[in-house]
């Protein structure tokens, strides 16, 4: 029976105190909200979680806690990648024996061949104790060729991916061939529409959380059929992802942060040298939030 993995799949920000310390009554909160809704597993500690920021020592306590506060009730996938593939074996069998349910494996080297990248992930997949989720960003890793991509689609575990990017005929024939067990996540908060529409399995994006009422309508209407009403949705994540304040952090997560603390459910400190939002553009989130109604009042879609 396949277990594939379907839906949508919030990035999910570390909460921080002002000193940079771990907060964790802000990790049972952000819990208990991300728990309201069906998402279909977490995304943790990749670029939008800071890991590029936080020492291993903290990355290995906030993976504790993701664990502690959503493992049972979500799968908890978190990035273990490193440059050297030895290392990140050895992160992987660290992190499993913590309790991840998948480990996010990004190829980190820029202009390798093919050869090079296949050598790496099955490497990996072969040694880990848990399946692999690839992580696919030119941005920030290798260019990595589609067909390789399709060919790791079959490997028993190797179940997923995070399809990034806005090149829709590469997206297009990710979804379209790849293993049918195997998940292709299309990536972006302004992207929903367009790649649940295309067929993948799923969508995850940071923002994810800032907007769940709007981004299961998004879902629900494709599923439905109902394209006016899914263009509807999106339309007015797009507008208040285009019109929001940017702080400039390369990631929307520091972004994210700010509606979650108007939220109420964690507050907007990040880790040096990113910047959290000031009070006037907190209150800028805050007005935008009202006028483009984000939060969904009086519409169908509700938290269950």
Sequence with gaps: MSTKVRGLVPVVPTPLLADEALDEESFAQ??????????????????AGEDQNLPDDVIDEATRLFVKYFSGKLPVWVKTSHAGTRETIERTRRMSGLGINAAIVLFEHKRLSTDHVRRHFLDIAEQSPVPIVIYDNGNRGGEVDVSLYLELSAHPNIIAMKAGGSDLARLTRLCLFADPDFSVL??????????????????????????????????????????????????????FITRMPKLQNREVHGEVKCVLEIRGVINRHVSAPFMAATEPQKAEFEKLIEQVDLFCKDKRWRAQ
């Design 30 to 47: 952000l819990a208990e909200f991300t728990l309201r809704y069906p998402f279909a597993a977490i995304w943790a500690l990749a670029s």
């Design 186 to 239: 299309t990536a972006g908060g302004g992207q929903i529409l367009t790649g649940l529409a295309m067929g993948a399995a799923g969508h995850t994006a940071i923002p994810l959380l800032a907007f769940p009422e709007r981004a299961f309508a998004v879902a629900e209407a494709v599923q439905g059929g109902d394209l006016e009403r899914a263009r509807a949705e999106q339309r007015v994540i797009n507008d």
